[in-house]
C-alpha cells in the first residue's frame, strides 16, 4: 500500500514560519507530481503547491506565491512545503498528496488529479 504522512504542522504568529514535510513509503513506483491541499472549516479543499517531475515544474496558488516553497528529495518521495510571512487566513489541516502518472485534462493544483492523500497536519496562524 502507499502511505503518505506529513508533519510539521504547528501554532505559529502572524509573520512566523513552518515547514511541513510529507515522507511516503511503502511505493514501488515513482510519482509524477506531488502537492499540498488544505481545508480550513467551511470551506472547500484548495491546492496550495505542486511539484511535478517533468522539467521540476511547480505550481503555486495566487494567494501563497512569493511565501511558500515546494520542495522535495532526490528519490522524489518526500515533499517539504516551506511557509514564510503566514497569514491568519494560512490557518487550515493541510494534507499531502501524489499521483503515478499524468493525468490530461486536469491540472496540478486540482484534486481530482491526484491518486493518493496523507491525513493531514494541522497549521494555526494567530494574529
Known amino acids: 500500500q502507499v502511505q503518505l504522512v506529513e508533519s510539521g504542522g504547528g501554532s505559529v504568529q502572524a509573520g512566523g514560519s513552518l515547514r511541513l514535510s510529507c515522507a511516503a513509503s511503502g511505493i514501488v513506483y515513482s510519482f509524477n507530481c506531488m502537492a499540498w491541499f488544505r481545508q480550513a472549516p467551511g470551506k472547500e479543499r484548495e491546492g496550495v503547491a505542486s511539484?511535478?517531475?517533468?522539467?521540476?515544474?511547480?505550481y503555486y496558488a495566487g494567494s501563497v506565491k512569493g511565501r511558500f516553497t515546494i520542495s522535495q528529495d532526490n528519490a522524489k518521495k518526500t515533499v517539504y512545503l516551506q511557509m514564510n510571512s503566514l497569514k491568519p487566513e494560512d490557518t487550515a489541516m493541510y494534507y499531502c498528496?501524489?499521483?503515478?502518472?499524468?493525468?490530461?485534462?486536469?491540472?496540478?493544483?486540482?484534486?481530482?488529479?491526484?491518486?493518493?492523500w496523507g491525513q493531514g497536519t494541522q497549521v494555526t496562524v494567530s494574529s
Open positions: 511539484i511535478c517531475t517533468s522539467g521540476g515544474n511547480t
Open positions: 498528496a501524489a499521483n503515478t502518472g499524468v493525468r490530461l485534462g486536469t491540472h496540478p493544483l486540482a484534486g481530482a488529479a491526484y491518486d493518493f
